[in-house]
Each structure stands twice: as C-alpha cells, then as structure tokens.
C-alpha cells in the first residue's frame, strides 16, 4: 500500500519520502509535509493562529489547490467565471476516495456547479507522485475558465529557494538558470504554440544540494504547448509553485455536463540532483514512454540531413546508406527534401508525395536498397505546416491560422496549420498514414519549425482554445499512427529541442534535443537534458559540425554521443575509409553495452564546467557492468589532477578495469571513497572505460 488514512489524513508513501495532505470540512486540503518518513498518526493540521485583520489568515494555509476567491490573494491554481457573472469559487468537501496507490479528493462549489477533483497516483520505487486535476460541470451553463493550473506545490518550510529553470535557445537548449527566490514570484513561460527552446515546462527547487546530496524538489509538467509554472514566495515566507496551461490567450470552456483533465505533472523528491534524474529515467522508460518502443534497445541511426540538406535523391541517398551501413548504422533516416516541390525551405511543405525528379521510381527504390544493406528506413515530416508555395495551400488558404485583416507572419517561409479543423487532422492523418502503408517505414522524425502566429481560427467558437486544442490534436494524430503502425517509431523534434517535454514523452519514443551537434556544446547541451528526462529518449548524432573552427577528433565526438542514443550524422562521403573504420569500432562498441546506457543509471561525477573534466557514468541494474566516460577539451596550467571519485557500483563487489596504463581491481567502496587519480594533459582527451565486477 503506497496510499495511507488516518482520518482526514492522507499519506502518499513512496520508497523513501511521505507527502502528507489533510482536508478539512471548509473544503480546504492543506499540505502538511513532503520529506522524511514518520509515524502516520503524527501528523497533524497547524490551526490558523488568531485573525490578523491586516493579513488573512487563509494566506497561512498551505494548500494543496488555490482557487481564486474570498481573502486569497496569492497567484492562484484556478480562477472561472459563471454564467452569472460570478468570478469566485467557494469550495467545499465532498469525498476523498483511496486506493493502493491512488487518491481522490473531491471539492464542489458550495453554490455553482462545479466539481474539482484533486487527483494523486503514487510510484513508490521512484519517489514520484503524479499530479492533475480534473474539473465537472454538473450543471447546464458553460464555466469559463481563465486561469487553470495543473498543480500547487507548496514547499516545506521558510527559506528562500533555489528556483531552476532554462533560459535557452535555438542551438542553445536547455540553459540552466538558477534563482533564489526572495520575495514576489518568478514566471517561466511558452506562449509560442510548442513548448519551445527558452524557458521550460518544469522547477527544480533546492535550498542546499549539489549532484550527491541535499534535498531537491521537481516537478515536470505533461505537455508541450503553451504553458505556465509560476515560482511565488509571500509574507510568511512560504514558497508555492504552479505549473500549468499558460493562461496568457487562454479560455477553457467548460459545457454542461462536460468535464476536462488538465495535463499531469510528475513531481519528484530525492536527496541530490543524481537521484533526481535517476528516478526521472526509470520512471520514463518503465512508465511514461510509449510503450511499444520504451523498453527495446534503441537502434544507431543515420541521419542525412547535415550531410545534404534539401538536396536529396536516389542515388545520393543510397551513397549515403551504403557508408552508413558499412559504420555499422542499423537505421536510415532521410530527413528534409524528399517531398513536393522541396529545394530548399521555400516549398511544398504540407504536399506529402514523393517528388519523382529526385525520386523516380517512389521511395521504394532507395528503402529497398537500405534494406538491402540490413538497415531500416525512417523518414522526415513536418505534418503541421504548410508553405504558402505549395498544392496544399493554393487549394486551402484557409487551413493555415490567419486573421484576414493581418500580414501572416512566414518564419522560414512557412505557416502553421489550423490543427483544431477536423478536416486538417484528417488530412495529416492520412497523409501519414498512406506513406507508412505503402512504405517499410520503421521510424518518422516528427519536426514542427516555427512558432505560431496570427491564430485566427473562424472555426473555433471560442478561439481562445486554439493553443490547447492544436497540442491535443497533435498528440492524438501521433497516438492514432501509432497504433496502427505499432513498428514505427517516432521522434519529436522542434527545430532541435523545441519540443522534447515529458508531454512529448508520452507519446514519441525519442527526441532530437539540438540542431547544435559541436561535442563540446554537446556536452552542456546532453547533460542538461538528461539532467530531467530519459537517457534513451535522446537521439544524439556524431557529425562533423564546425561552426567554431575547432576540428573536433571523430573519437571524441563518439566519446560525447555514446552517452544517450548513439546516432551519425555527418557527410559520409567525405569519411575517408580510416574514418568509416574509427566509426564502425565505436557503434559496435556502443552496441555491446547500449543497455547499460539506454537502461542504467547515469552517475555525473565531473563536471566540464566546474572540473574541466566531463565524466558520466552508466551503471546496469545489478550493479556488475558499468561505462565511464572521460572527455576534456584541455586542461590549463599543466597541474590537472583530480581524484575521481567512481560513484554507483555496489561498495562490497570487486571491480576490475585497465584505466591509461593501470590496471585496477579493488572493491566498489575503494572506487567510492578513495577514488582513482586522473591526470590529464591532452587536448581533446577522451577514453571509455569498460568496468566489471569480477
Ligand atoms: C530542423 C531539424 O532540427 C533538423 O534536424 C532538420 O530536420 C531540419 N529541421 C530540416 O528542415
């Protein structure tokens, strides 16, 4: 049993945490605790204290769900109005409902009728509770709704929080940014249609941690539209988080009789920013992922987009392929250019036909080939836009959003279609469905390039609804081609990371997290990915990228992409026959031991930034088998020598492994506590070690 009563009390049990709720018979749910365990008749309601007339005592309570009303006057959770103009919700208590791992808490208003619904679902063995809520009209009016987060979380005590989120960007992903939050509130946001590459649909929050200890706080909203998580610390000190659907163009209209789930959020507590992720990766893969990929070893790919940009066709492709397969690739994704009349960004988006210049005989032709060469074929779309140069948008202008009094903003040349038109589902729909029907299709890369704009949708009787109604359709559109293609799978990518979100997660296998594939970059960009997602959600291509002039060596760039989802990505052609055999080692390399990466536990022991030094760790389950991986750019002063401190293997086994010109074999604990001494003076250092229990 994860879920435990007492009374009024309600404790969500995971392996090493309580978090404890109480309602009350005023139709509030107070959080009473979320950290260490205790004795469960313990626990108990802080009264209000004596009424301070200059501030309300509601402002005190810690409550699980703030509805905007009465003397509340902290950001709220939920804000509606009625048919009668009202714009408050008085709830009061109506039920709670408990399970073996779950629990619902039902609120009504004491006069509209509204139902709340607090919804928790416990995941012992990764201490992570799930999140939402779920509304019920149970009248006949419509309830509007202006403000409507999936969750509150109010954080223990009083000190100021480390608030983190990303400030990043295009070839910039996931840029942490940590604040300590004083006083007022910290809003991170999307208002672009996608999650987006800036801010992110999650918080991390710590007083004191670092990677091995200090509690931490996180919780990762489901969704990859716009959105909204809103950090706020008040009078008393206290510091409250909501995470939502953004509420910036928002209206969510609630009919009677109709009731609506808000998007869950994941919320996690671990002792160090390790655990954190660690709990993160099993949680994804054993629960999130779909399930038909989530828990397979996920194949090599090739990718040929750095390679030939829109310039694609048979006989070049096929080229490509036969390099690709002689480096040990076990999957050929031709990206951009294979459509339409696509040379370049300019056209045919949205005319999903094989162009027969490039294309003759259908894509038939080059799958057989790559097939041929004991690969699989995967193919590039970008199903929710249309450039206005092409047959689908000179035969329906009005399925792109537009306002017909405004200039349509064409970011790289294109528009974005209005998602919420059943025809335009259908549509995409069935153009996907056909190619991968007619073609042994094995994976689809799932790209969307540009933000929204002018989202003027005559459609739609309230076209606020648009931003929520486009994600739904998304996701629904990928469920459906999913299910009947169940040996497809899909990768969502958004200009890079634009839309690699645990929303994402739910329904793609796999993300491309950056356009930006410079290893040292790289780096950066992978460990802050892999910071809050899966390993194995993380497509991560060698290329030959040079934007810095910087001639990274090929080994080190393997070094860099073999820690998430091995992927090439460069122009082949250009390899000499030495380069192919380089690559070919290390993708058979990678293959022997995927599954401690795509499976394992990722132990980050150094840190580029901090120690000049990256060294990531994958350790297997029974803790026999693990990878390190070392990797520098160069070291300054001559005097770089650090002990590495080898965390994750199991102290009592002995574990043997050659590193530079030792040989070591000694226990877990020695490799723990006393660590082994790494000296680097090389530019571009890098080194796999593969270590073993004896
Ligand atoms: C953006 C993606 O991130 C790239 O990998 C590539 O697929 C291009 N789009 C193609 O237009």
């Given at each position: 049993m994860s879920v435990l009563r007492n009374g009024k009390t309600v404790v969500l049990e995971t392996e090493n945490f309580h978090y404890v709720i109480e309602y009350d018979d005023f139709g509030y749910v107070h959080n009473i605790h979320w950290g260490g365990k205790c004795p469960i008749e313990d626990y108990w309601v802080d009264d209000l204290g004596d009424e301070n007339p200059n501030h309300?005592?509601?402002?005190q309570i810690r409550c699980e769900y703030t509805p905007f009303?009465?003397?509340?006057?902290?950001?709220?959770?939920v804000k509606v109005h009625f048919a009668d103009g009202c714009r408050e919700i008085n709830p009061e208590f109506v039920s709670c409902e408990t399970g073996k791992d779950t629990a619902v808490i039902t609120l009504k208003d004491c006069y509209y009728p509204l139902e709340i619904k607090l919804l928790y679902k416990v995941y012992e063995e990764y201490d992570i509770i799930k999140r939402s809520v779920c509304f019920v009209n149970t009248g006949s009016d419509d309830i509007v709704f202006e403000t409507l987060m999936s969750t509150e979380l109010t954080l223990p005590g009083t000190e100021p929080y480390h608030i983190v989120n990303t400030n990043g960007g295009?070839?910039?992903?996931?840029i942490p940014a940590d604040t300590v939050l004083e006083a007022g509130s910290l809003t991170f946001e999307s208002?672009?249609?996608?999650?987006?590459?800036?801010?992110?649909p999650y918080v991390i929050a710590y007083t004191d941690a670092d990677e091995l200890k200090g509690r931490v706080f996180s919780a990762h909203l489901m969704w990859s539209g716009n959105f909204k998580v809103k950090a706020h610390r008040d009078l008393l000190n206290i510091t409250r988080v909501t995470l939502g659907?953004?509420?910036?163009d928002f209206e969510h209209v609630l009919k009677g009789g109709e009731s609506f789930e808000a998007p869950a959020v994941i919320c996690t507590i671990s002792d160090g920013f390790g655990a954190m992720s660690r709990n993160l990766n099993r949680f994804g893969y054993?629960?999130?992922?779909?399930?038909?990929?989530?828990k397979k070893p996920l194949p090599v790919l090739y990718n040929s987009w750095e390679a030939t940009e829109f310039d694609v066709n048979v006989k070049d492709q096929t080229a490509l392929a036969k390099k690709a397969a002689a480096a040990g690739c076990e999957l050929f994704v031709m990206d951009d250019?294979?459509?339409?009349?696509?040379?370049?960004?300019?056209?045919?988006?949205?005319?999903?036909?094989?162009n027969k210049e490039k294309f003759p005989n259908g894509l038939g032709e080059l799958i057989e080939s790559v097939n041929a060469l004991g690969m699989d074929f995967g193919l590039w779309v970008e199903p929710e836009m249309v450039n206005p140069d092409s047959d689908l948008y000179r035969a329906h202008?009005?399925?792109?959003?537009?306002?017909?009094?405004r200039k349509s903003n064409e970011i790289r040349n294109q528009l974005v279609l209005n998602m919420t038109k059943p025809e335009v589902q259908e549509y995409i729909f069935n153009c996907v469905d056909t190619l991968l029907s007619e073609n042994n299709i094995k994976y689809i890369k799932w790209d969307m390039n540009r933000p929204f704009s002018e989202?003027?949708?005559?459609?739609?009787?309230?076209?606020?609804m648009l931003w929520y109604l486009h994600t739904k359709a998304v996701y629904s559109i990928v469920d459906r081609l999913k299910e009947k293609h169940p040996e497809v799978q899909f990768e969502s990518c958004s200009s890079g990371g634009g839309r690699c979100d645990w929303g994402a997660l739910e329904h793609y296998d796999?993300?491309?997290?950056?356009?930006?594939?410079?290893a040292i970059d790289r780096i950066f960009i992978q460990k802050n990915y892999a910071l809050t997602r899966p390993v194995k959600t993380m497509r991560a291509w060698v290329t030959d990228i040079n934007w810095y002039n910087r001639d990274t060596p090929l080994d080190f760039r393997f070094n860099i992409s073999m820690r998430g989802v091995l992927s090439m990505g460069g122009n082949?052609?250009?390899?000499?026959d030495d380069d192919i055999a380089v690559s070919r080692k290390y993708v058979d390399m990678y293959k022997s031991f995927r599954n401690i990466i795509q499976f394992g536990d990722l132990y980050r022991?150094?840190?580029?930034?901090?120690?000049e030094i990256s060294a990531d760790i994958y350790v297997d389950d029974a803790k026999d088998n693990a990878v390190l991986f070392i990797a520098t750019v160069n070291t300054r002063c001559m005097k770089k020598t650090l002990p590495l401190y080898i965390?994750?293997?199991?102290?009592?086994k002995i574990y043997e492994f050659d590193y530079e010109d030792k040989h070591y074999r000694k226990s877990g604990a020695f490799f723990r506590n006393v660590g082994i001494p790494v000296e680097i003076r090389k530019q571009y250092y890098n080194n796999i070690i593969k270590i073993k229990a004896v």
């Open positions: 309300p005592n509601l402002d009303g009465k003397t509340m006057y902290r950001p709220c959770a295009w070839g910039a992903e996931f208002r672009q249609g996608r999650s987006g590459h800036i801010n992110s659907l953004n509420s910036f054993n629960e999130v992922l779909p399930k038909n990929f989530a250019g294979w459509f339409g009349a696509r040379n370049d960004d300019h056209a045919g988006l949205g005319d999903w036909y094989v202008p009005d399925w792109a959003y537009h306002y017909d009094t989202t003027g949708g005559e459609n739609l009787e309230h076209p606020k796999e993300v491309w997290t950056s356009d930006n594939t410079d082949l052609n250009n390899y000499s022991l150094l840190d580029i930034d901090k120690d965390q994750g293997l199991d102290d009592s």
